[in-house]
């Protein structure tokens, strides 16, 4: 099934704070969009009003829809999220937390533990089916975190820096995956402070960076004038440089 994600001028307050202005984007399926910027920029509270879980002003449409008009289990069928902090603290095993993630299925639950299990060997998470999910490391968890994701099979798929708690081999083998959901047919929304992780995707992806709760700047991966946006993002110049065929962009330090 495809889907269409889009923000027309939103703007979330919280009391005397405004914590996004005026920010408008769009996602749709085989799309990859990646949010970057600095610390409080925005990128989490914009993902929580794409999800509808954060009240805002302005428009976040799903399908041309508002996207808090959806039930949740209808929600669940086009949106998929990974949360920036998706650790598990009850007793359960990890295939039975995966599985959980297919509620909005009418299916049998010999169907919803195969799917959790394909789900698992897809994120490298298939060691730990008997496992309970408390017990795990974070970046155990983390990996059983995106086999949920997966799970859930839905159209969009809206990660918080998905990296989190991996090692730097798992963090490439995470970002081509999700290389290969988007070559699938899924639409990405994905928040990262990794510029260089999105080279492992592969194909067109599209970078927006958020300051200040506003969109600063859109631009392709590959643009040549990719590193000055960075650098006025972050206010620390930025290097493009090339090793081993792939550009790979460096924040300098110093005077």
């Not at 009240?55 to 209808?74: D, H, I, K, Y």
């Not at 999220?81 to 998706?86: I, N, R, V």
């Not at 490298?124 to 999910?133: E, S």
């Not at 590959?222 to 081993?244: I, N, R, S, T």
Request: proline share 4%.
């Amino acid at each position: 099934m495809a889907a269409d994600l889009e923000l027309i001028g939103v703007t979330v307050q919280a009391g005397e704070k405004r914590l996004i202005r005026d920010v408008s984007l769009r996602v749709k399926s085989g799309e990859f969009v990646a949010l970057l910027g600095p610390n409080g920029a925005g990128k989490t509270t914009l993902l929580r009003a794409a999800l509808g879980l954060a009240r805002c002003t302005g428009s976040a449409l799903l399908n041309g829809r508002p996207v808090r008009e959806f039930s949740g289990r209808r929600r669940a069928g086009l949106l998929a999220w990974l949360p920036q902090q998706a650790l598990v603290t009850e007793p359960l095993e990890v295939l039975e937390l995966v599985a959980g993630a297919r509620y909005r299925f009418a299916e049998t639950r010999a169907a919803a533990l195969e799917a959790a299990r394909q789900a698992l060997q897809r994120a490298g998470a298939d060691g730990f089916v008997a496992r309970i999910a408390s017990t795990l490391s974070g970046g155990e968890q983390q990996r059983v975190a995106i086999a949920a994701l997966l799970a859930q099979d839905a159209p969009l798929l809206l990660l918080d820096e998905p990296a989190n708690h991996l090692d730097p081999g798992q963090q490439i083998a995470i970002y081509r995956l999700l290389g290969e959901l988007r070559a699938q047919g899924h639409g990405v929304l994905c928040v990262t402070h990794d510029v260089n992780l999105l080279a492992h995707i592969g194909g067109e992806v599209r970078v927006v960076g958020m300051a200040g709760g506003r969109a600063r700047f859109e631009s392709a991966f590959d643009a040549a004038e990719l590193a000055a946006h960075l650098g006025e993002l972050y206010g620390v110049p930025f290097d493009a440089l090339a090793h081993e065929g792939r550009r790979v962009l460096l924040a300098r330090g110093g005077p």
